[in-house]
């Protein structure tokens, strides 16, 4: 038991660190830190099962800062409780370029931070994520290999943000009774009080969502430590209100939107020293209080190690594959598996819409990667994403490996870097390509941090039809391809689907995406090969040593690009046909291959129902762009190509006039 006056003083050391390096930086949000110093302080003594010597241990207690502008928090509690890579020259170089302490806390920078949060919501979303990955993996690997609690400090912004909607919502349907939501319900925000934009009953809309809700004072350790008991023996999650001051201890500024998002000045530091009894220079902990903390930062080391024991002890092959989960490896006989299927291929040629043809290759996926957890946003039957081995997790039964996630896009996405973040499992999940809108913070984020996370976006393009311009997308390749470190895949037959999903399974430190088709397509790759031509981002499909024109083509567009190649040979002109499945992938090769495989052929030719953006670095300014300029429209989809002029007579056309 750690008493009254101990607590103060290691809930200040908080405070005082979050003031002085916000002051240092002379940027920053000290209110925040500084008002949940007393929350934080209790479940980081008491209940949080966490060990700084071994921070991933994969059956830790996950703690996620959702309201990431109080990034200070987090550093103060890292350094405080013995992160060996969060030292107090860190804390000094606050939001400064090159330092772990960067502004809003980002994942992989240090040990201890468990996602990148700042963007609000994103936290408390990722946290489902992360409930649903815990209770999956106790399912299958049982409680004395995990079973831990995700622990989450939101703010009022996060709870307006509408992906917290979409997040409780999901939470509550799944019982995600191991999740345990601390509201720092402080009353302000950046403008100042929060009644001036929102009068929402918190706690109404929690319980109408599936919820256990609690209220405390949160400066009141006692008080906060019998909520956290009462909500770790719930059945639902709970969300905790604790009521809490903004800038706690700061005489002037206290419980203003002044204390939010600037440093408090000397004076008012000063005076907060003052009035809280803190005597030290800054960045300076008193030794007593510093000892208190590195001790509750031993507090589960017994645990750890117990936890080693049975890991030890368990049965060699259920250790061995959770080790290799966890570590993120994929089978040894994954590569084995995919080509044996692209031998099959090979002999069917089937023609599918690759949709399906994604379907199939999950079939054979699925088969033999345990760790594969499967979802969509309501469009399972559209998207193609479940299969044999993947029966629906409900509430009351974890033991499958599909999640229906509703009509929430922006949460699945969100949920989905989650379960990724938190290991042993890799999730994919299935929605339109034009809802990829909804998706994209998300999308964003994964690609931001680095985690393995796949998007199947099906219906890609025009080709979808009579659902018209609402649901066809047009700009939304040149988009997702616009994000860093995402690769975007766009397959033109069964094989390139199944050689796209070997590469973003094999992808540890980058989220995919695979645009697929509603339409059927024939087989471009009629013959086996060995090697992932995939994995090049191009490659030459019909060759042409002497060629006049290069036609260069994704997905469906692959299929009208090798009808037009066959259209001018049979006129005398030279022509080839290069397949594009992965524009990053195939920016990433050395330049001469990406020299050999843009050719000199003097006309060049892209083909893809999109925006022409992103396609001059293949064609040059100068090359002929094949594709949509406008917003599609409702109709039977070979009409709509027709219409667009995306054909093989149109691309025939172009060359011929191109070469005079």
Known sequence: ???????????????????????????????????????????????????????????RDRFVLSAGHGSMLLYSLLYLTGYEDMTIEDIKQFRQLGAKTAGHPEYGHASGIETTTGPLGQGIANAVGMAIAEKKLATEFGAELMEHYTYVIAGDGCLMEGISQEAITLAGHLKLNKLIV?????????????????????????????????????????????????????????????????GYGAPNKA??????GSPLGADEIAAARKALGWGEEAFTIPADVLDAWRLAGLRSTKARKDWEERLAAADADKRAEFTRRFAGDLPGNFDATIDAYKKKLAETKPTVATRKASEDALEVINGVLSETIGGSADLTGSNNTKTSQTKSITPTDFSGRYIHYGIREHGMAAAMNGIALHGGLIPYSGGFLIFSDYCRPSIRLAALMGIRVIHVLTHDSIGLGEDGPTHQPVEHMAALRAIPNLLMFRPADATETAECWQIALEQKHRPSGLALTRQNLVA??????????????????????DAKVSIFASGSEVEIALKAQAELTGKGIPARVVSVPCFELFAEQPEAYREAIIGNAPVKIGVEAGIRQGWDAIIGSDGVFIGMSSFGASGPYKELYK??????????????????
């Open 1 to 59: 038991m750690i008493s009254p006056e101990k607590h103060n003083r290691m809930a200040n050391a908080i405070r005082f660190l979050a003031m002085d390096a916000v002051e240092k930086a002379n940027s920053g949000h000290p209110g925040m830190p500084m008002g949940t110093a007393d929350v934080a302080t209790v479940l980081f003594t008491r209940f949080l099962k966490f060990d700084p010597k071994n921070p991933l241990w994969p059956d």
């Open 182 to 246: 601390l509201w720092d319900d402080n009353g302000i925000s950046i403008d100042g009080a929060i009644s001036l934009a929102d009068s929402t009953d918190q706690h109404a809309r929690f319980r109408a969502s599936g919820w256990n809700t609690l209220s405390v004072d949160g400066h009141d350790p006692e008080a906060i430590a019998a909520a956290l008991e009462e909500a770790r023996k719930s059945d639902k999650p709970t969300m905790i209100a604790c009521k809490t001051v903004i």
């Open 255 to 260: 419980g203003t939107h002044k204390v939010h």
């Open 524 to 545: 471009a790759r009629t013959e086996y090969e060995e090697k992932n031509l995939c994995a090049s981002g191009a490659y030459e499909l019909v060759s042409a040593s």
């Open 643 to 660: 219409h667009f002029g995306i054909t093989a007579e149109a691309v025939v056309a172009a060359a011929e006039a191109r070469l005079g």
